[in-house]
């Protein structure tokens, strides 16, 4: 079983709409969790981190984190064509600030 | 200026020949991390350095080596570079003060023929 779990994809959703991505986990001991924006040849960018149970919300993004489940979810309201990329999820499986990543989500915002 | 910057960011070798990856950060971090990406295989660590003195391997460590001269400079090298190792090596740094968000560099993009 893979640490960090995400769906290949592509998850296409029509522009305005949410789209939903979703990550799981392995290590209960699990503190922190990220989500990276990667455009294609291009390097990853920090979207938002999460390190408590519930919602954390940044303009249109929404990371919701369920540590008893071990579940990380991201959610992008009022979806544009410029969010067509892929998202890595990102756990620190270990502390020491080593970060195991998915594979992405490959979302495809269409007009 | 962008504050993680890598070196070559493009770069075409063949098989055998030494080459040597350098990253260097100005956001005064400790952290600093070498990663590998495949198509359909995410991001693979090669190895990290916590600072100057303390070098670890990551999940992939094999046929590569590093090494850390500053705080603010990393260096992956490939003794003998062979095929499989054609990727996209990012670098990235992160602080020591109890955030372990990391920041990328551009990335370099390796061809090994």
């Known amino acids: 079983q893979k640490e960090v779990e995400q769906n290949s994809g592509p998850l296409s959703v029509p522009e305005g709409a949410i789209a939903s991505l979703n990550c799981t986990y392995s290590?209960?001991?699990?503190?922190?969790f990220f989500w990276y924006r990667q455009y294609s040849g291009k390097s990853p960018e920090l979207i938002m981190f999460?390190?408590?149970?519930g919602d954390k919300e940044d303009g249109r993004f929404t990371a919701q984190l369920n540590k008893a489940s071990q579940y990380v979810s991201l959610l992008i309201r009022d979806s544009q064509p410029s969010d067509s990329a892929t998202y890595l999820c990102?756990?620190?499986?270990?502390?020491?600030?080593?970060?195991?990543f998915g594979t992405g989500t490959q979302l495809k915002v269409e007009l | 200026d962008a504050d993680v910057t890598q070196t070559p960011r493009n770069r075409i070798t063949k098989t055998g020949k030494r080459i040597m990856l350098e990253c260097s950060q100005t956001?005064?971090?400790?952290?600093m991390y070498w990663y590998r990406q495949d198509p359909g295989l995410g991001l693979q660590l090669i190895y990290y350095?916590?600072?100057?003195?303390?070098?670890n391997k990551g999940e992939i460590s094999d046929g590569y080596s590093v090494s850390r001269q500053a705080q603010a400079k990393f260096s992956l090298s490939l003794e003998s570079a062979i095929p499989n190792q054609t990727a996209l090596y990012f670098c990235?740094?992160?602080?020591?003060?109890?955030?372990?968000?990391?920041?990328f560099g551009p990335g370099t993009r390796l061809t090994v023929l």
């Open positions: 990235a740094t992160s602080g020591s003060g109890g955030t372990d968000t990391q920041y």
């Open positions: 290590d209960r001991g699990s503190q922190s």
């Open positions: 999460i390190y408590s149970n």
């Open positions: 990102a756990v620190n499986t270990g502390g020491g600030n080593k970060l195991t």
């Open positions: 956001k005064g971090h400790d952290r």
């Open positions: 350095s916590f600072d100057v003195k303390d070098i």
